[in-house]
């Protein structure tokens, strides 16, 4: 039985290795890559003044704290500042010119682009969000101007051009 007994206690365990598959390309709308891209256009037409942000004011945050009634000082003008003073602040982490980490500074890119999607949403943007491309834009535009130029001058010359006369032919 002793045999029996040292049978029973071999034990051979095993791994099974599972086979991890590539997962599959997600299926998002933006990448990071465009994110960052809408932000940086946002931010720099904010900044530029193309765009007008009507961040919620102290009336309008008034209305939804009635407790705004009972205390002397209002907690909504505390709430509009904090709002001005938070976007700014998330600006100043994505311009560098707040030390941050790299969370921190992908925290506030996202949190940017949840403001304009909300700001967006609540029609609170004025004006029009451009690109900021516009300076290669702008490059390729003068290029195609100067272009058109030349050819209207090579076709103003064509047109205007004395014509040689034809040698007459004489008779035979």
Same mark, same amino acid.
């Given at each position: 039985m002793s045999k029996?007994?040292? #049978?029973d206690k071999k034990v051979i365990s095993v791994r099974i290795k599972r086979k991890t598959e590539p997962k599959p390309e997600s299926p998002l709308l933006y990448s990071e890559k465009d994110i960052r $891209? @809408?932000?940086? #256009?946002f931010v720099s037409s904010w900044i530029r003044g193309d765009i007008i942000i $009507? @961040? =919620?004011t102290a009336a309008e945050l008034a209305k *939804? /704290? =009635?407790l705004s009634i009972a205390f002397p000082t209002d907690p909504s003008v505390n709430a509009e500042l904090k709002i001005k003073e938070h976007y700014v602040d998330l600006l100043s982490i994505i311009a560098g010119t707040k030390p941050s980490s790299t969370d921190e500074q992908e925290k506030a890119i996202d949190e940017v682009f949840k403001m304009l999607l909300m700001f967006r949403s609540a029609n609170r943007i004025e004006g029009k969000i451009i690109s900021n491309d516009l300076e290669k834009r702008i490059q #390729?535009? #003068? *290029? /195609?101007?100067t272009n058109q130029a030349k050819l209207v001058e090579q076709i103003t010359a064509f047109l205007f051009t004395p014509k040689k006369p034809k040698p007459d032919k004489p008779v035979s």
């Open positions: 029996n007994n040292a #049978e $891209r @809408f932000v940086s #256009e $009507r @961040f =919620p *939804k /704290t =009635p #390729e535009l #003068e *290029k /195609t101007t």
